[in-house]
């Protein structure tokens, strides 16, 4: 969210292959599942895709990235590197939307997405730590979006636990629940997040028809690994699985994430972190569930997936 260098390096580069999809990920090990009112997850081959287009193909699709503060000097985070970082994404998924005749690799079916970049207010401030990359970033095509913090630390009830914690927990604290946003966005029928560390290499085809068809049911993807679709997907995310110990509910990688927009969805995980109904004693995690144990768990990487697994029908 906030840089490559942000977060923790230890672990190996990977690719994460899913249908027609390959995105280059710097990131753990973690399988894609996809979210209804659950989560289910197979670890071994699939077939091939089958999912019938669905009628429309003028859906809107946007691609999300979130700033949530620029670094210095020669940081991974300074602004010169993040602007080739947000050109080189950019450019992955532009080319995948050109005309056929001028492509050289698979093309999407679906009219190009817009671009967004949503920086955290004060770094996108005169003088903030990202000003200097906002031009470039308009140069490129995104749409420039300042905004607040979701929560801040004092807000958050409970017993105290959150509150004295979200601040330092994962890269960037509370911050990260910038990335919530991507349900706000509902002009769009499906929303991608990325990290800047990323780059799209085939086309999510199979993900936006899953999630914009009026009924997937009968589809096959192998985020499904060869079942058939509920009726209805939500989402599509990764788990990071070495994250917590086996038999644990684990969090999400909050580097990649293709989702319906959903005010409602953005405001009941809003309301849960304010609640701030969560323990570590006995590994009750959010509101009793034990999600949110692992690293990040107090911002998107726990709230999520507790959202998905445990919340009701919006």
Same mark, same amino acid.
């Given at each position: 969210?906030?840089?490559?260098?942000?977060?923790?390096?230890?672990? +190996?580069?990977?690719?994460?292959?899913?249908?027609? #999809?390959?995105?280059?990920?710097?990131?753990?090990?973690?399988?894609?599942?996809?979210?209804?009112?659950?989560?289910?997850?197979?670890?071994?081959?699939?077939?091939?895709?089958?999912?019938?287009?669905?009628?429309?193909?003028?859906?809107?699709?946007?691609?999300?990235?979130?700033?949530?503060?620029?670094?210095?000097?020669?940081?991974?985070?300074?602004?010169?590197?993040?602007?080739?970082?947000?050109?080189?994404?950019?450019?992955?998924?532009?080319? #995948?939307?050109?005309?056929?005749?001028?492509?050289?690799?698979?093309?999407?079916?679906?009219?190009?997405?817009?671009?967004?970049?949503?920086?955290?207010?004060?770094?996108?401030?005169?003088?903030?730590?990202?000003?200097?990359?906002?031009?470039?970033?308009?140069?490129?095509?995104?749409?420039?979006?300042?905004?607040?913090?979701?929560?801040?630390?004092?807000?958050?009830?409970?017993?105290?636990?959150?509150?004295?914690?979200?601040?330092?927990?994962?890269?960037?604290?509370?911050?990260?629940?910038?990335? #919530?946003?991507?349900?706000?966005?509902?002009?769009?029928?499906?929303?991608?997040?990325?990290?800047?560390?990323?780059?799209?290499?085939?086309?999510?085809?199979?993900?936006?028809?899953?999630?914009?068809?009026?009924?997937?049911?009968?589809?096959?993807?192998?985020?499904?690994?060869?079942?058939?679709?509920?009726?209805?997907?939500?989402?599509?995310?990764?788990?990071?699985?070495?994250?917590?110990?086996?038999?644990?509910?684990? +969090?999400?990688?909050?580097?990649?994430?293709?989702?319906?927009?959903?005010? +409602?969805?953005?405001? !009941?995980?809003?309301?849960?972190?304010?609640?701030?109904?969560?323990?570590?004693?006995?590994?009750?995690?959010?509101?009793?569930?034990?999600?949110?144990?692992?690293?990040?768990?107090?911002?998107?990487?726990?709230?999520?997936?507790?959202?998905?697994?445990?919340?009701? !029908?919006?």
């Amino acid at each position: 969210m906030r840089s490559v260098g942000s977060r923790r390096r230890h672990y +190996p580069q990977v690719v994460l292959v899913v249908s027609s #999809l390959s995105v280059l990920i710097l990131t753990q090990l973690c399988f894609l599942v996809f979210v209804t009112n659950g989560t289910d997850r197979l670890p071994y081959p699939s077939p091939p895709s089958s999912c019938p287009p669905p009628p429309r193909l003028d859906a809107k699709i946007a691609y999300v990235v979130v700033l949530s503060g620029c670094g210095g000097g020669t940081s991974a985070s300074a602004p010169h590197f993040l602007a080739d970082a947000a050109a080189v994404l950019a450019w992955s998924i532009q080319r #995948l939307h050109r005309s056929p005749r001028e492509a050289t690799v698979a093309v999407s079916r679906y009219p190009a997405p817009d671009l967004h970049a949503l920086v955290h207010d004060e770094a996108a401030a005169p003088g903030g730590s990202c000003s200097s990359l906002l031009p470039i970033l308009r140069s490129l095509n995104y749409t420039v979006t300042s905004l607040p913090s979701v929560v801040r630390p004092s807000m958050i009830g409970g017993d105290g636990h959150v509150r004295d914690r979200i601040g330092r927990d994962g890269c960037c604290g509370e911050l990260e629940l910038l990335k #919530l946003h991507v349900y706000n966005m509902d002009k769009y029928d499906a929303v991608v997040y990325l990290d800047l560390d990323a780059v799209v290499l085939r086309p999510l085809d199979d993900l936006f028809d899953t999630i914009i068809a009026p009924s997937s049911s009968g589809c096959v993807v192998k985020a499904r690994f060869g079942r058939p679709l509920p009726p209805r997907v939500d989402a599509f995310f990764t788990r990071d699985y070495r994250l917590v110990p086996i038999g644990r509910p684990a +969090p999400i990688q909050g580097g990649f994430l293709v989702v319906r927009p959903s005010p +409602p969805a953005y405001d !009941e995980m809003v309301q849960a972190i304010l609640r701030g109904n969560y323990s570590s004693a006995g590994d009750y995690g959010w509101e009793g569930t034990g999600h949110g144990l692992g690293y990040g768990g107090l911002t998107v990487q726990g709230i999520l997936p507790w959202f998905y697994d445990e919340r009701r !029908e919006l």
